[in-house]
Every structure is written in structure tokens, then in C-alpha cells.
């Protein structure tokens, strides 16, 4: 099966500098690979994803980036804000959509220090 | 994105009891829904993938006999945790999936068994 792996566990950035999350994948079939932010006691919330047939996609001050040769992605955040302070997990799929279950990184807690 | 709701969010029980915890997927169609849990500052895992009109696939290790899952319609899936122990206690999070628009969760459920 699928195998997500996720660096770093823990993240701490000054206010407005950048964050960058990294994943790894195991699986050559997956081809869609959303990110999701989760703050304490709620369920995760869809920030940004991208399917196998693009390399990078951006919306507003997050971007992610996407290598299939070496099974990799990433998460980039600029100008953080203290909002940004969550639990972030990346994931892989196999249908190129939301119609798989997912795989899960064990996240990484970003933390913004003011 | 789409919206996806839980009920009950928070739910206390004996054990022995059954709980049952709804999932709806507000403004889209989920020909595809998803339950997963989570512990405590961890990852989600997996628990099973719910198709409208048919059974529930599950993942290797859940007893399908004890997390009972219905999904009548497009819109509703049921997960029953049947006879309930202590160790079942944990946050159940539910998604609704789609190939085009991806998967969005819905905010959980805090099931504690005593």
C-alpha cells in the first residue's frame, strides 16, 4: 500500500518569513495530492491540492509543488501570519480525486512566532 | 469547497453501548464517503470507504462488525461503533469525496467511552 512520509514533525517560523513542509510517496499509481490544515479539535480543512498532471500550483501565499520522478511535494507558505499556527498533513490518493481514500502524512505542527 | 457536517461532535457513552455519528454532505453529492480516526496527536487513519446503495469497503485491522456503516443516500452516511469499550474512545472524522472537486472533511466527533 500507500506510504506518505512528512518533515519536519514541528515547524517554527518568525512571522513573515517563509514555511516550507515536505512529503514523500511510495506509491507510483497516486496522483492527487491535497494538503489539509487542521487546528485543535476540529476536522481538517482542504487548503490547496494538486493532481499529477502539474508541477505547481499556487493560490495567493500558498504554493505547492510537485516532483513525480522523485515521489516528492511540498508545501509553501509566505508572509505568515499568526493564522497560519496549525497542524498541517499532506496526503496521497489514487483516482486523481477525492473518490479514494486518502494516505496520510503524521503531520507537522507550524507554529508562528510573533 | 463543499461542506461536509457531523453529528453529534462530541459524544460520551458506557461501555457496551452503541453510538451512531452522522455524516452529510451539504451542497454536493458524495457518491463516495470516508471515515477515519484519529488519536490524539496523530495522524487520520483509514477506517473504511462507504459508497451510496452498497457495502462499506474497510481497511485491514477495522472489524466491520463492530463499526457498522450505512450510506442510504448521496448526501448521509451512518457509522455505528457497536458495543463500545474504552479503547474505541477517540475522534471520528468523516469526508465526502468527489474526482473533480476532491475530499473535504467534516469537522468530527469526540466519542469517549467510560
Known amino acids: 500500500g500507500e506510504n506518505v512520509e512528512q518533515h519536519p514533525s514541528t515547524l517554527s517560523v518568525q512571522e513573515g518569513d517563509s514555511a516550507v513542509i515536505k512529503c514523500t510517496y511510495s506509491?507510483?499509481?497516486?496522483?492527487?495530492f491535497p494538503w489539509y490544515k487542521q487546528e485543535l479539535g476540529k476536522g481538517p480543512q482542504l487548503i490547496i491540492d494538486i493532481r499529477s498532471n502539474v508541477g505547481e500550483k499556487k493560490d495567493q501565499r500558498i504554493a505547492v509543488t510537485l516532483n513525480k520522478t522523485a515521489k516528492h511535494f511540498s508545501l509553501h507558505i509566505t508572509e505568515t501570519q499568526p493564522e497560519d499556527s496549525a497542524v498541517y498533513f499532506c496526503?496521497?490518493?489514487?483516482?486523481?480525486?477525492?473518490?479514494?481514500?486518502?494516505?496520510f502524512g503524521k503531520g507537522t505542527h507550524l507554529i508562528i512566532q510573533p | 469547497g463543499a461542506v461536509v457536517s457531523q453529528h453529534p461532535s462530541r459524544v460520551i457513552c458506557k461501555s457496551g453501548t452503541s453510538v451512531k455519528i452522522e455524516c452529510r454532505s451539504l451542497d454536493f453529492q458524495a457518491t463516495t464517503m470516508f471515515w477515519y480516526r484519529q488519536f490524539p496527536k496523530q495522524s487520520l487513519m483509514l477506517m473504511a470507504t462507504?459508497?451510496?446503495?452498497?457495502?462499506?469497503?474497510?481497511e485491514q485491522g477495522v472489524e466491520k462488525d463492530k463499526f457498522l456503516i450505512n450510506h442510504a443516500s448521496l448526501t448521509l452516511s451512518t457509522l455505528t461503533v457497536t458495543s463500545a469499550h474504552p479503547e474505541d474512545s477517540s475522534f471520528y472524522i468523516c469526508s465526502a469525496g468527489d474526482r473533480k472537486k476532491g475530499q473535504y472533511f467534516g469537522p468530527g466527533t469526540r466519542l469517549t467511552v467510560t
Open positions: 506509491d507510483s499509481a497516486s496522483n492527487y
Open positions: 496526503a496521497a490518493g489514487v483516482t486523481g480525486g477525492g473518490a479514494d481514500g486518502l494516505t
Open positions: 462507504s459508497n451510496e446503495g452498497s457495502k462499506a469497503t474497510y
